[in-house]
């Protein structure tokens, strides 16, 4: 009997769909034409062009340093949002669970204009703060859930032990439970992390003068079509740093799987 190839074409079809827009604008990041129509030589103008350009760094530590503390307060309120869900049971937490998983539906457009209505009632003004705080609200969310998966399978049994050996609440839950939840914790962050930092939407509405991250940046760069080069110098090195931190982390993990 012949081998059905049909499987293998549709894995092909779907790489190069993938694959080939990246590897494009790549090949076009080293393209010496303003507008990439047509192959004008090899060269790292555009590249020069990017170090040059102030405004798109500052506009990437805009988005790290809003991607890092809604990393951080999601943990911290996705985490006991998710303790709570699981160690307690009625009709409460039912309405506690609905609202921690509403943001996963709601559609973006949706959350940025309710953010910026509320932001502009309580009269704060727009800036880094309220990008992130929307980014928050948003991802803590997905960290909610990813622990609350966590402790779908997580023995409360050790936190008895430790307190019938001695050690307070507190200690217990620092030495005992945090350690073991970690992994999930930390998997949430850096969900949160991802989410945070390729945002547009909701960070349209609610950044203020100043306050521009690399996304919405871009954004108003590609209006401009004299700007297409550095956008795809940016995406270049963007690319290469996710698979450089990919192949880190698999050549990390690879050591503690072969023992």
Same mark, same amino acid.
Not at 8 to 27: D, E, H, M, Q
Not at 73 to 82: K, N, Q, R
Not at 93 to 119: E, K, Y
Not at 166 to 190: D, K, M, S
């Given at each position: 009997?012949?081998?059905?190839?049909?499987?293998?074409?549709?894995l092909l079809f779907v790489l190069v769909f993938f694959y080939l827009p990246i590897t494009l604008l790549v090949l076009n990041s080293f393209n010496a034409s303003r507008y990439g129509v047509?192959?004008?030589?090899?060269?790292?103008?555009?590249?020069?062009?990017?170090? %040059?350009?102030?405004? $798109?760094?500052? @506009?990437? /530590?805009?988005? +790290?340093?809003?991607?890092? =503390?809604?990393?951080?307060?999601?943990m911290i309120l996705g985490t006991s949002a998710a303790l709570v869900l699981h160690r307690y049971r009625s009709g409460l937490q039912t309405t506690h669970r609905a609202l921690v998983t509403?943001?996963?539906?709601?559609? *973006?457009?949706?959350?940025?204009?309710?953010?910026?209505?509320?932001?502009? /009632?309580?009269?704060?003004? $727009?800036?880094?703060? !309220?990008?992130? @705080?929307?980014?928050?609200?948003?991802?803590?969310?997905?960290?909610? $859930?990813?622990? +609350? /998966?966590?402790?779908?399978?997580?023995?409360?049994?050790?936190? %008895? @032990? &430790?307190?019938?050996?001695? &050690?307070?609440?507190?200690?217990?839950?620092?030495?005992?439970?945090?350690?073991?939840?970690?992994?999930?914790?930390?998997?949430? =962050?850096?969900? /949160?992390?991802?989410?945070?930092?390729?945002?547009?939407?909701?960070?349209?509405?609610?950044?203020?003068?100043? #306050? *521009? !991250?690399?996304?919405?940046?871009?954004?108003?760069?590609?209006?401009?079509?004299? %700007? +297409?080069?550095?956008?795809? #110098?940016?995406?270049?090195?963007?690319?290469?740093?996710?698979?450089? @931190?990919? $192949?880190?982390?698999?050549?990390?993990?690879?050591?503690? *799987?072969?023992?």
């Amino acid at each position: 009997m012949k081998p059905n190839r049909l499987p293998f074409a549709i894995l092909l079809f779907v790489l190069v769909f993938f694959y080939l827009p990246i590897t494009l604008l790549v090949l076009n990041s080293f393209n010496a034409s303003r507008y990439g129509v047509t192959w004008q030589g090899f060269s790292l103008h555009w590249y020069q062009r990017l170090f %040059e350009r102030h405004d $798109l760094w500052v @506009a990437l /530590a805009n988005s +790290l340093k809003v991607a890092l =503390g809604a990393s951080l307060g999601s943990m911290i309120l996705g985490t006991s949002a998710a303790l709570v869900l699981h160690r307690y049971r009625s009709g409460l937490q039912t309405t506690h669970r609905a609202l921690v998983t509403i943001p996963l539906v709601l559609p *973006d457009i949706l959350m940025g204009m309710s953010l910026l209505v509320l932001f502009v /009632a309580v009269g704060q003004p $727009l800036g880094l703060g !309220t990008v992130t @705080a929307a980014h928050i609200t948003f991802c803590l969310s997905y960290v909610a $859930l990813v622990v +609350l /998966a966590r402790l779908q399978s997580f023995d409360f049994g050790v936190v %008895e @032990a &430790a307190r019938d050996l001695g &050690a307070t609440n507190f200690q217990a839950y620092r030495r005992v439970f945090l350690p073991l939840v970690a992994p999930g914790i930390v998997a949430g =962050g850096l969900l /949160a992390f991802t989410l945070s930092i390729d945002d547009f939407v909701i960070t349209y509405f609610v950044n203020g003068v100043g #306050a *521009d !991250t690399l996304p919405v940046k871009i954004y108003g760069m590609i209006k401009k079509s004299r %700007e +297409l080069p550095v956008i795809n #110098a940016l995406s270049t090195l963007l690319v290469a740093v996710t698979f450089l @931190a990919v $192949l880190v982390v698999q050549r990390t993990i690879k050591p503690s *799987d072969s023992r």
